[in-house]
């Protein structure tokens, strides 16, 4: 009886060993996940750190990449009757003026940012279409010029009033629908403070553009604001402002000279002085309806240091009727711009392409369009290109010729 007792309390002891020994299994199996995933989840915040670290790495690698781009400029895009007679439709009462850039469209096109100066107005067919002295072309050109690639166009310049405040007004809308940006010209004093600003892959760059005047037309007595004169303490408050939003570029558009003139005058030389030494970068200069010099300058900042300034005193006509001498050549600026990781801006390459507006005379289909002049004469001498004959050949030739004469070869 008494070995009966004994043996069941062994092995009630050998049960309850047991059962404590499965507890404290569970327990170190559980310890065990526990610690697992502690250690699972340390290791996925510790990957989650290292891969955000990395990738801010990467971006800091790409973030102080060089950036380069290239800014084209045309001269004035202009619009006599004889443009317009040109382009306009019978079939179906409407304008079209694209087979006058058919020859360099591309190479417009190819441009990161392109600029030009808008030298009539789009006043709408209510008010007349009229070519000089008081301009208003068809809304066609400024839809040609945005599928050409032009983005941005001044529209300060000596016509600006031609038709009046309203024609301003409409000028602006028009642009607006077409999507070409502009500057110079406003329909408020808001607008005229708000600096058109726009970045080109990564380099931020400001607009600003000014004329001499309006031909003798009165700017409007309480819309002042309408229209940018040339006016220093006007320049230098934009200039300051455009400084004070951290811009990598300013570039001017500045409506000056003297017509007619190959080389630019005392006054144009003083105001770019001018601009240079409130570190203005580019110049792209218009009015004489003919070509003069550019020059690249080092330009010494306040601080000490230095940097790249371009001028271009006039860019000639774009488009137009004119038949003067000189009138009717003009180049495609290509300026390359470098923005290093430092945040240097740099203008590494100045090139152009010789252009030419050929005339195929009155009463001619498709009577205008802008020629790539070496192009044109290499496809001449080739036999690929009939449409010019010797006499145009022979042309271009003595164009090419002045052009280089006033750039520079």
Known sequence: MKQEKKTNKNKQQKVKLLKLTSIVLVLMLAISIAIGMSKQSNQEQTDLVSSSI????????????????????????????????????????????????????????????????????????????SGFPTFNTPDALGYALKDMGVDVLSTANNHSLDKGYSGIVRTLDVLDEIGISHMGTYRSSEEQNELLIKDVNGIKFA??????????????????????????????????????????????????????????????????????????????????????????????????????GFVIYSLGNFISAQKQENTRNTILLDLQITKNPEGKISIDKVEYTPL?????????????????????????ENGTDTSIGAATYKTLQTELAKIESIMGN
């Open 54 to 129: 990395e990738k801010e790495n990467i971006v800091a690698v790409e973030e102080k990449k060089s950036v380069t781009i290239h800014l084209m400029a045309i001269g004035d895009a202009m619009c006599h009757s004889q443009n317009f007679k040109d382009a306009y439709q019978a079939s179906t009462k409407t304008y079209d003026f694209s087979h006058v850039f058919t020859n360099i469209r591309d190479k417009i096109a190819s441009a990161d940012i392109a600029i030009g100066n808008l030298e009539t107005t789009f006043a709408g067919a209510e008010k007349g279409y």
């Open 207 to 308: 607009f600003l553009s000014f004329t001499y005047g309006t031909n003798g037309i009165p700017v409007p007595k309480g819309k002042e604001y309408c229209i940018n004169l040339i006016d220093e303490t006007l320049m230098k408050k934009q200039i300051d402002q455009a400084k004070a939003e951290n811009v990598d570029v300013i570039c001017v558009s500045m409506h000056w000279g003297d017509e007619y003139k190959i080389k630019q005058n005392a006054t144009q030389e003083r105001l770019a002085d001018f601009l240079f030494e409130n570190e203005v970068d580019i110049i792209l200069g218009s009015h004489p309806h003919v070509l003069e010099p550019m020059e690249k300058r080092t330009i010494r900042l306040a601080d000490g240091t230095t940097k790249d």
């Open 356 to 380: 030419y507006v050929y005339d195929k005379g009155a009463g001619k289909p498709q009577r205008y369009k802008i020629l790539d002049i070496r192009q044109t004469i290499a496809n001449y």
